[in-house]
């Protein structure tokens, strides 16, 4: 089994987290209907002092654990929102550094890409984000190579993604390539998901 880590952070976008959260949590649910042992836990983890978030649009979401309690994970997820005051956490850019030297994968859903570059964890590959924030990511960190027009990029220990039903996309990938193809069309399939596998871009 492998743990998920997926920050929750005020004003983060919805189902730039819940999209997540649904893929590896029905993929579980799925594997077990097959008699399968559960591939994945999905562990949230509030960026802030307390284990609440209010999301955007008011959603009020709970968290398992804050920063401090977070177990070690081997895929971490950083979902994108209003993302200005996380980017700028001492505390959750340290523990994505942390966490980035055990971890499998760390990934990122829309402008969480700004939180992985604050956090140092980009470098000379390529990434991408929500096409609305293409520029501003290229203008704040213009040493990364941003690409625009793809679902996702997945380079193994690194992934990032485009916005809301991208990171649906790049977390089936996921189940795909730590759990196979079968779970993630079953997954897919299970959500109602056109989905179909294959590469981001």
């Not at 002092?49 to 920063?67: H, M, Q």
């Not at 005051?85 to 829309?110: I, M, N, T």
Request: hydrophobic content about 50%; some cysteine; overall charge negative.
């Amino acid at each position: 089994m492998r743990r998920v880590g997926l920050v929750l952070f005020d004003e983060v976008e919805v189902l730039d987290a819940c999209g997540p959260f649904e893929v590896f949590s029905v993929a579980g649910r799925v594997a077990a209907r097959a008699g399968r042992a559960a591939p994945f836990e999905v562990v949230l983890v509030a960026a802030g002092d307390g284990p609440g978030v209010r999301a955007r649009g008011g959603l009020r979401l709970g968290a398992d654990c804050t920063l401090a309690q977070a177990p070690p994970c081997e895929v971490v997820l950083v979902p994108g929102g209003v993302v200005d005051a996380v980017a700028a956490d001492p505390r959750l850019l340290e523990w994505l550094r942390r966490s980035r030297s055990g971890a499998e994968v760390v990934a990122s859903v829309c402008t969480g890409a700004f939180v992985l570059a604050a956090a140092g964890l980009l470098d000379e590959r390529a990434v991408t984000t929500h096409w609305e924030d293409v520029d501003a990511l290229r203008a704040a960190w213009p040493g990364l190579d941003v690409r625009e027009g793809v679902r996702f990029l997945d380079h193994g220990d690194l992934a990032t993604s485009a916005g809301i039903s991208a990171g649906i996309d790049l977390s089936l990938h996921l189940v795909q390539r730590l759990a196979g193809r079968e779970l993630a069309l079953a997954t897919a399939r299970q959500m109602d998901y056109a989905w179909r596998g294959g590469a981001g871009a």
